[in-house]
């Protein structure tokens, strides 16, 4: 009896269209609160009409919006709910502000895991965290098939523990 997990990258967030923002969210509320882009929702949708996305027993979502909303496709032709746990979440940035994280931010996490700034996480606290979740999963749907949609930076972390994983740049999708 196998267990299949899926990690699956939330579709394309709404960056392009965006204009003055007047908020007064820290960027962790804020970064929570981001939706998909009206093309990451049309990809969504179509996307997990394929093949090899029929027969998922369960799917799990990282509790941002972008991760959600691309969950529920998944669910919807699976017919199954979407659940939502924290632990599958983006990493915590550390900082109120964007203009606040260092230029080199992403680079030092990829090159060095105990690396993080202010009250952020580091690559090894989000694996730790990555690890814990999967496990309970693994434990509670064991022969079942498993999706979990969250996000590029997490899922890489994670996938450290079991390979290598190399520092590219910057992500930068195009609406």
């Known amino acids: 009896m196998y267990t299949t997990v899926y990690l699956i990258r939330h579709s394309i967030p709404f960056k392009e269209h965006r204009g003055i923002e007047l908020i007064n969210d820290d960027i962790l509320s804020w970064n929570m609160k981001s939706p998909l882009s009206i093309k990451g929702e049309e990809?969504?949708?179509?996307?997990?009409?394929?093949?090899?996305?029929?027969?998922?027993?369960?799917?799990w979502s990282s509790a941002y919006v972008r991760?959600?909303?691309?969950a529920k496709y998944l669910a919807y032709y699976n017919n199954v709910k979407v659940n939502v746990n924290s632990i599958f979440n983006e990493r915590i940035h550390g900082v109120n502000d964007w203009s606040e994280l260092p230029t080199d931010f992403e680079k030092r996490q990829f090159e060095d895991e105990d690396y993080k700034v202010g009250n952020g996480e580091s690559r090894k606290e989000v694996q730790t965290r990555m690890l814990e979740g999967l496990n309970k999963l693994l434990e509670e749907y064991r022969g079942k098939n498993i999706a979990i949609v969250g996000h590029a930076s997490s899922f890489a972390f994670f996938l450290s523990n079991y390979c290598e994983i190399n520092y590219t740049g910057l992500y930068y999708y195009k609406n």
Do not use: H
Not at 44 to 56: L, S, T, V
């Open 67 to 70: 991760a959600m909303s691309t």
């Open 43 to 59: 990809l969504a949708k179509e996307y997990f009409k394929k093949e090899e996305f029929k027969n998922i027993d369960v799917v």
